[in-house]
Antibody
Framework: EVQLVETGGGLIQPGGSLRLSCAAS????????MSWVRQAPGKGLEWVSV???????YYADSVKGRFTISRDNSKNTLYLQMNSLRAEDTAVYYC????????????????WGQGTLVTVSS | QSVLTQPPSVSGAPGQRVTISCTGS?????????VHWYQQLPGTAPKLLIY???NRPSGVPDRFSGSKSGTSASLAITGLQAEDEADYYC??????????FGGGTKLTVL
């Protein structure tokens, strides 16, 4: 059974840093595309970042240069390092396994974790 | 403003059919990229409902169906049930913005 468990959220001051973890079971993180998607309180979903099985990474413009996605193959875990945090980064952060059909760009998010809340406030 | 436009809300009585539209542009849906749909029940994580425009993952009832034409896509739900009350999101790829979601549609079962 595929399971994703996010940890690491919490209250952080503006300008601070936080690292989110997503422990996976039931499949191999390094063999899949993995993404982070966030949802601000009462708002819709926003794609944040993806790491391809080959290691390529991509980011939304809103987090580029501040967030870094990575993985630890030995721990089967996905990470999101978040630096220079802003109030607008406040959201529930979900990790999601990503899959595609014929083309890499046609990514879909087929399994999601339960999310971890990040609150950026002084 | 989301790149993919959905109605903020739709409603229907039990047993009825409702549709949720997702309107994009030539840089996303109209460029031929697939549309996927997610259901988010209150207080839970999103769940994949439709992938590749019209395909249902295992376990999703055939009451849910998806279609795509031109720069738009639609999710149809037939035989509406109380448990279908949730937020629904479309998602695709945009050549300028990477992966994008619609703003979400809240379905109310009357």
């Amino acid at each position: 059974e595929v399971q994703l468990v996010e940890t690491g959220g919490g209250l952080i001051q503006p300008g601070g840093s936080l690292r989110l973890s997503c422990a996976a079971s039931g499949f191999t993180v390094s063999s899949n595309y993995m993404s982070w998607v966030r949802q601000a309180p009462g708002k819709g979903l926003e794609w944040v970042s993806v790491i391809y099985s080959g290691g390529s990474t991509y980011y939304a413009d809103s987090v580029k240069g501040r967030f870094t996605i990575s993985r630890d193959n030995s721990k089967n875990t996905l990470y999101l390092q978040m630096n220079s945090l802003r109030a607008e980064d406040t959201a529930v952060y979900y990790c999601a396994r990503s899959n595609y059909g014929d083309y890499e760009n046609d990514l879909t998010f087929d399994y999601w974790g339960q999310g971890t809340l990040v609150t950026v406030s002084s | 403003q989301s790149v993919l436009t959905q109605p903020p809300s739709v409603s229907g009585a039990p047993g009825q059919r409702v549709t949720i539209s997702c309107t994009g542009s030539s840089s996303n849906i109209g460029a031929g990229y697939d549309v996927h749909w997610y259901q988010q029940l209150p207080g839970t994580a999103p769940k994949l409902l439709i992938y590749g425009n019209s395909n249902r993952p295992s376990g999703v009832p055939d009451r849910f169906s998806g279609s795509k034409s031109g720069t738009s896509a639609s999710l149809a739900i037939t035989g509406l049930q109380a448990e279908d009350e949730a937020d629904y999101y479309c998602q695709s790829y945009d050549s300028s913005l990477n992966w994008v979601f619609g703003g979400g549609t809240k379905l109310t079962v009357l």
